[in-house]
């Protein structure tokens, strides 16, 4: 079954560092998204991705969230200044359509670590 | 509002043991989707069933079936026979018809099968 793949598996980093968490949807997919999952808790919506705009964010997405998609292949969630509270596993999913029976395929996450 | 419950913290059995894993939900939609994901230790969300709501049917898959009663918001899964490869957390969502994404998580129910 394709993959939707993210680098790097684990990040850590200071507080108030810019952090960019890598994801490579499945190649034919045209909706991206992020979540979160804070250790313990609920997973989380951030952000929703087509045509090179978002089209839904949640109220966790403030302005030190950015989402970006450099090239062809790359889905990119940037954070500006990384603060403690943002210590989470971080899925990054694809989907062909957004609509309501198609599958989300999600990536193995990123365990970021803000010390 | 829209709310998942799964009220099982922590199951721990004897490995060949079955386990039902419950999950109940709230919606005000009429039609919507529910689903169950499993998150191993490594930490990825695996996919295991979707069902719509107007399919009450209940489904088996090897040694996993869902229990799906519209009439107790229930959609309930059981293992049977468990095997120690089945430890994880059990991730019970709900979403809208028309949305694949925005998925209301439950906050997980996790399964320690003891060899």
């Known amino acids: 079954e394709p993959e939707v793949t993210q680098t790097p598996s684990h990040q850590v980093t200071q507080m108030g560092q810019e952090v960019i968490l890598r994801c490579v949807p499945i190649s034919n997919h045209l909706y991206f998204y992020w979540y979160r999952q804070i250790l313990g808790q609920k997973v989380e919506f951030l952000v929703s991705?087509?045509?090179?705009?978002?089209?839904?964010k949640s109220e966790i997405f403030d302005d030190q969230f950015s989402v970006e998609r450099p090239d062809g292949s790359n889905f990119t969630l940037k954070i500006r200044s990384t603060k403690l509270e943002d210590s989470a596993m971080y899925f990054c999913?694809?989907?062909?359509?957004?609509?309501?029976?198609?599958?989300?395929?999600f990536g193995s996450g990123t365990q970021l670590s803000v010390l | 509002a829209q709310k998942v419950t799964q009220a099982q913290t922590e199951i721990s059995v004897v490995e060949k043991e079955d386990v039902t894993l419950d999950c109940v939900y709230e919606?005000?939609?009429?039609?919507?989707?529910l689903f169950w994901y499993k998150q191993p230790p490594s930490g990825e969300l695996v996919f295991l069933i979707r069902r719509n709501s107007f399919d009450e049917q209940n489904e088996i898959s090897g040694r996993y079936s869902w229990n799906f009663q519209k009439s107790t918001s229930s959609f309930n899964f059981t293992i049977t026979a468990s095997q120690v490869v089945d430890s994880a957390v059990y991730f019970c969502?709900?979403?809208?018809?028309?949305?694949?994404?925005?998925?209301?998580w439950g906050a997980g129910t996790k399964l320690i099968i003891k060899p």
């Open positions: 919606t005000r939609d009429t039609t919507y989707y």
């Open positions: 991705f087509y045509n090179n705009e978002i089209s839904e």
């Open positions: 969502a709900l979403s809208r018809i028309d949305s694949n994404y925005q998925l209301i």
């Open positions: 999913a694809s989907s062909e359509t957004d609509r309501g029976d198609e599958k989300l395929f």
